[in-house]
């Protein structure tokens, strides 16, 4: 078999020469470098950015007057029954717990699952109630999450027995809370997510409180 | 093979062979995954534009200056390579810079790496022509994009709250094709491509 009679094969394994292989070190060098050196540069605005949107949103369901501590740096990770730990804020004023604003994942929203973050007072009652991330029909389902939230004030006020479990529904279910007119399938998920933290808290109200703060949920 | 052997070519007419009537995203449909996704509004649409233009321009600079020294064999795991390291970095600076924009659009962003205008130009543009006239190429290109994603982008804006189909995806698609209808109207009646 003389080479230099084949075929011209398919893979050149003398093309790697020394010149090809440095330039290739060159473009990953190059390339360790942009992401390296971007990341470094903005990793602190990025998580600063991600801590303010936080205490912003927490403001939208808490009134500030409530509290004197930094509840999103007053946080703990539970499983509030969708599967996977979500952060809970604890508000505090002169060290006892006023309220908590529990993450809550609605599992069953038209697309996707529907974020709420949701304010609750230590006697039970809800504070406020926002919609941080949903997925749902531009127009139709995405109503719940309108400014300004008209909607999601009907929740203010209310508490584990007030209306009682049974009622915890739509009206067209046979419960108390009207649905957004288009958006029903949006505005069960909604009650449903509302009534999950509302039971969550009153049943866990003191763990809720007395877990030492995680420094992996603050960040 | 790189010198740079288009300075008969002037700047004006680098920067607009893609932008205008024959920018791709009209006249070949390419880049169409975010073009659908995110034109839901003028200001998603611009700043996933600009965040391409950005990539764009610097990845057919950058390209352009290597071509010399980078082989056929591996042209393409090196351009890919120097285009995804491009894209991250946009990526961060884009969240750390406009957070509340990258809210509505960071999903797409790491998704121009997906673009195959990107590579398109660098292969076909960059890699056989200078620095400069790969930066004007990227920037006509990029505006091109850019104008298409924000003018779309306006148009569903305004359309949707009288007209429901246009906040949609599907309503993306409607007014892609009212576009390009408007584009070949305008191509042909000037005869010629």
Known sequence: MNSGS???PLIRHRAAGPRNLAALAVVLLLAVILIG???????????????????????LVLP??????EPNKDTVLKDTGGGQPLPIYRARRNGSPVAAVLTVSAPDGYVGPIRLLVGIAADGRVLGVLITAHQETPGIGAAIATEPPTWLTGFTGRS????PAARWNLRTDGGDFDAIAGAT???????????????YFATHRDEIFSTPSSPAATR | MTPDN??????GRLLLAGLGWNTPGLAALIGLCPLLAVSTSFAAGLALGLASLAVLCSSNMLISALAPWITPRFRLPAFLLLIGALVTAVDLLFEARWFDLYGQVGLFVPLIVTNCLILARGESFAAHHGVWSAFLDGLGYGLGFTALLAGLGALREALAPGLLVAALPAGAFFLLAALVALRQLVVRRRGSA
């Open chain 2, 6 to 11: 288009t300075t008969d070519s002037s700047a």
């Open chain 1, 6 to 8: 084949r075929e011209e």
């Open chain 1, 64 to 69: 500030g007057t409530l509290y004197d501590n």
């Open chain 1, 37 to 59: 050196g971007s990341w470094q540069s903005t990793r602190q605005r990025i998580a600063d950015n991600a801590a303010r949107q936080i205490v912003a949103q927490i403001s």
């Open chain 1, 185 to 199: 399938v949006s505005s069960r998920a909604t009650v449903a997510g509302v009534s999950t933290a509302v039971h």
């Open chain 1, 160 to 163: 584990l027995t007030d209306p």
